[in-house]
């Protein structure tokens, strides 16, 4: 056994610089926790690809990133719509030429009992949730396999735990877990790693928007605080991203990471 330093593919320690020279891809970036994950790899030095459907969020984003010394390119994509993933992909790694890390974020919620959800709900919720990133993996790969490159989505507690009133979404989370761990597997010996993060609740528009239920029993929305009664900061879940698509998590991949203050310990 040499010294650590003769392993394959040592590297000294980067740092809270670790993306310097690198993109990074956040879809969902206009808002919420996409939002946190665009500054968050722009902290570390990346140029980072916005993607989002809304355009004045995606203003603001760039306008902050730059402000803040960072490349920005923002990509208005509704990613529900197959053939405009491939446009946005397409642009995404013609920017800089290369995509080092790429975060699943972007999701829409359906707050609903069972028995309501319609073809067009569950169509909506998976078509966003779980195909889109399926898709847009896809489109980037003779990107993302050069730069031996991170992918990391954002997945639920309710992607790994039964939950009411969620079936569509937390079908859509299940799925969108077991994928990446499926790509991980696929693409693992072209030195792809590919992982997961499952917050609880997350301070953000998506959490803490929407009328009650009717019918519904409200206190099912406390499973998803930390033990400390808390929600998590989007910031927080970022942070996990970051650290997933870093290369100080260069030997961890197909792995689900619980971002939810260990509501499900
Ligand atoms: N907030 C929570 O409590 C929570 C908990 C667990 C997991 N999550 C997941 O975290 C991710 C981010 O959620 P958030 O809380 O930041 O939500 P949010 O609503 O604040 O932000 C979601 C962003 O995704 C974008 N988006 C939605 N559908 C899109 C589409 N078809 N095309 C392009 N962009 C689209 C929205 O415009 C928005 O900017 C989602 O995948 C969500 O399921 C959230």
Redesign the pocket.
């Known amino acids: 056994m040499g010294q650590p330093s003769d392993l394959p593919g040592h590297r000294e320690f980067t740092g809270r610089r670790a993306f310097t020279g690198q993109v990074a891809v956040v879809?969902?970036?206009?808002?919420?926790?996409?939002l946190a994950t665009a500054h968050a790899f722009a902290a570390r030095g990346a140029a980072v690809v916005c993607?989002?459907?809304?355009p004045a969020?995606l203003a603001d984003v760039a306008a902050q990133l730059r402000q803040a010394g960072a490349e920005a390119l923002t990509i208005e994509?509704?990613?529900?719509d197959p053939a405009a993933i491939t446009d946005a992909a397409d642009r995404a790694a013609d920017w800089r030429g290369r995509v080092d890390a790429l975060a699943h974020?972007?999701?829409?919620?359906l707050y609903a009992h069972a028995a309501d959800v319609t073809v067009a709900d569950w169509d909506r919720v998976l078509n966003?949730?779980l195909r889109?990133p399926f898709l847009l993996t896809q489109a980037l790969l003779p990107a993302l396999l050069p730069a031996r490159a991170a992918v990391v989505a954002?997945?639920?507690?309710?992607g790994t735990q039964g939950w009411p009133y969620l079936s569509a979404?937390s079908a859509a989370?299940g799925g969108l877990t077991v994928l990446m761990r499926s790509l991980a597997v696929e693409y693992g010996p072209q030195g792809l790693r590919c992982n997961v993060v499952c917050?609880?609740?997350?301070a953000?528009?998506?959490?803490t928007s929407g009328p009650p239920l009717p019918g519904a029993d409200p206190s099912i929305l406390k499973r998803?605080l930390g033990l400390t009664g808390r929600?998590a900061r989007?910031d927080e879940v970022a942070d996990a991203i970051c650290f997933l698509a870093s290369a100080e998590a260069s030997f961890i991949s197909g792995a689900v990471l619980p971002v939810d203050g260990g509501a499900f310990a």
Request: hydrophobic share 40%; proline share 5%.
């Open positions: 879809t969902g970036a206009a808002a919420g926790i996409g993607l989002d459907r809304d969020g994509v509704d990613l529900a974020v972007a999701g829409v919620n966003t949730n889109a954002v997945s639920s507690v309710a979404y989370k917050p609880g609740s997350v953000t528009r998506m959490a998803g929600r989007p």
